[in-house]
């Protein structure tokens, strides 16, 4: 099956009862990894869409895209650029809220101030708007870390957040449920893992990068599983939340097909770097004792309680556990079906980097 590019539309299924899409819409987080996807999926097939960008040099290539793009420049968590956001916006819009902080420069602060504060922001701006439906992209960290290898999140897990991240990102889905349960705005939570896709940013060549050199941890046997997410797949799973029936009110995973074994993970992004052109050196990966990987999480944690991230060793901890989700629920009552595989996702993000002149 051929591989969406970031010029084609995303294809979608409709198995289940479904209602047509808004014509207008309204983007968070539209200059981020998933936001640029999301925003070229809706090029031509919507006729009014609203951006909302950090930055002016973010703003640019955007509006470039289509005449159908209105960008906004402002912070999320500004209230004022929330009115800027929705303003003319007018009834009946669908908006996606993907604006988040995962990696804070700041500290901790950051994740509280973004996640919470832009999303509770947003709820309300879309509400006093009359917006359609409103599809929040949440996260797997509000859950934790599966308890064993063979478990799997369910909708219906409970949430178990994991550090501060997790901790904001319920705190936003909270939001959200609220929201609809008082019947303020119909929302839906789309809870994404660990994605990979065109767009990606200076930290997924940095991955791709370590593994190609053969300088990735493999932490213990490489067993833990990992549900991952090609930008494709998770748009479609976005798209189908905007408009399945049953969707309002509830919550779903969106990820490939099944969740990973990290060993397989490595092998696979060499076996596609090297499909591409690029050969690979080294050991497929560095061994890492899970205390090693104990000890990072354990710092992790002490560091966060003072309001201090360091990105290496939160990546390095979680590494340990396994973080995978079943997706039968979206199947069936969204009628998600994730078109894409892991090789083919990651062939086709290796190839936008060679196109974009990322050094891998």
Known sequence: ??????????????PVPSSPPAPTVVVTGASGWLGQNLVRALVGQRERIRCLVPSDDQAAPLALLSPSIEVVVGDVRDPATADRLFDGVGPGAAVFHAAAVIHPRRGTREFFDVNVGG???VVDRARRAGAARLVHVSSNSPFGVNPSPDHVFTEDSPYNPWLGY?????????IVRSAHERGDLPTVIVRAPWFYGPFQPARQSQFFRSIRRGRFPLVGDGTQRRSMAYTGNLVQGLLRAEVADKAPGNAYWIADERPYELREILATVRRALEAEGLPTSGPPWIPLPRL??????????VLQRTGRYVQALHVLGELNHTIACDVSRARDEIGYEPTVSLEEGMRASIRWCLEHGEQL
Do not use: I
């Open 1 to 14: 099956m051929p591989v969406t590019t970031e010029n084609e539309p995303v294809a979608t299924t409709d």
């Open 119 to 121: 999303t509770q922001h």
């Open 166 to 174: 997790g901790r904001s990102k319920h705190e936003a889905e909270l």
């Open 292 to 301: 090693a990987a104990r000890a990072a999480e354990q710092a992790d944690r």
